[in-house]
């Protein structure tokens, strides 16, 4: 496990994953917590997970509770298959992408409960997530001054994929008002009345301040929340990354 770390002044990479499984009957391979990334280059990789000597996919994996300070090229980059992964309680600020799984499509995935600050994506797929091929949550995330949410550069049938995840993708706020559009492959994480949310702004945002992100006592960003579990095994119910003070 890999935790409280403060990684800093990387070029390319911060941490590398690969061909991580857990042995049988352990439910968690690898977990890497309240760890701070802040990168030397714009180009830089926070997390990159790779495939490893044998074709199997990284399994049972979790990241949370980390901060993610770029300007980074990525956050967390997957360039191979995920299976049972979360990626929970983390603060993404000035990354270009937050979040990017590339092919092959990973499986079991929980997005839920981080906050993405500053940045041009949110959640990238190569391929659109499928409902025949794993669960997918994405909840509780917050998005601020972010241009899409999350996109997949490959074709989409928007109607099936709200159809296939209409109960694990949702209480997702931005303060983007404009609309998801399909045409350009965004897809709908966030609903229309959770766009353009006003005390998403009064968030504190000096990265060196432990309350960054954390917004104060907003009874709207609690009610929002809809009570997930995020590791290790908590339940919370509000938005962000973050339990708003008070």
């Given at each position: 496990?890999?935790?409280?770390?403060?990684?800093?002044?990387?070029?390319?990479?911060?941490?590398?994953?690969?061909?991580?499984?857990?042995?049988?009957?352990?439910?968690?391979?690898?977990?890497v917590?309240?760890t701070?990334f802040?990168?030397?280059?714009?180009?830089?990789?926070?997390?990159?997970?790779?495939?490893?000597?044998?074709?199997?996919?990284?399994?049972?994996?979790?990241?949370?509770?980390?901060?993610?300070?770029?300007?980074?090229?990525?956050?967390?980059?997957?360039?191979?298959?995920?299976?049972?992964?979360?990626?929970?309680?983390?603060?993404?600020?000035?990354?270009?992408?937050?979040?990017?799984?590339?092919?092959?499509?990973?499986?079991s995935?929980?997005?839920n409960?981080?906050?993405?600050f500053?940045?041009?994506?949110g959640?990238?797929w190569?391929q659109?997530?499928?409902?025949?091929?794993?669960?997918?949550?994405?909840?509780?995330?917050?998005?601020?001054?972010?241009?899409v949410?999350g996109?997949?550069?490959?074709?989409?049938?928007?109607?099936?994929?709200?159809?296939d995840?209409n109960q694990?993708?949702?209480?997702?706020?931005?303060t983007?008002?404009?609309?998801?559009?399909?045409?350009k492959?965004?897809?709908?994480?966030?609903?229309d009345?959770h766009?353009?949310?006003?005390?998403?702004?009064?968030?504190?945002?000096?990265p060196?301040?432990?309350?960054?992100?954390q917004p104060?006592?907003?009874?709207?960003l609690?009610?929002?929340?809809?009570?997930?579990?995020?590791?290790?095994d908590e339940?919370?119910?509000f938005?962000?990354?973050?339990?708003?003070?008070?």
């Open positions: 496990q890999f935790e409280q770390l403060n990684l800093t002044g990387f070029n390319k990479v911060g941490l590398q994953i690969a061909g991580v499984r857990s042995p049988d009957k352990q439910p968690l391979a690898l977990a917590t309240g701070r802040r990168s030397a280059h714009a180009s830089a990789n926070a997390i990159m997970i790779e495939a490893g000597m044998f074709p199997t996919a990284n399994k049972n994996v979790v990241i949370s509770n980390c901060l993610f300070e770029g300007p980074l090229a990525t956050g967390v980059r997957a360039n191979a298959q995920l299976l049972d992964v979360e990626v929970s309680r983390c603060r993404f600020f000035n990354c270009k992408t937050g979040i990017l799984f590339g092919d092959p499509f990973s499986e995935v929980s997005i409960n981080n906050t993405f500053k940045g041009d994506l959640l990238n190569s659109p997530p499928s409902i025949e091929k794993g669960t997918l949550f994405i909840q509780n995330n917050v998005f601020r001054d972010v241009k949410e996109r997949t550069t490959n074709r989409y049938d928007a109607n099936k994929f709200k159809a995840y694990q993708i949702n209480n997702n706020v931005s983007r008002s404009q609309k998801t559009d399909p045409s492959g965004e897809l709908p994480l966030v609903d009345n766009r353009g949310v006003a005390e998403l702004d009064k968030l504190p945002i000096d060196t301040k432990d309350d960054f992100l104060g006592n907003v009874q709207r609690r009610d929002l929340g809809k009570q997930v579990t995020v590791y290790p339940e919370v119910k938005v962000g990354a973050l339990e708003p003070r008070g």
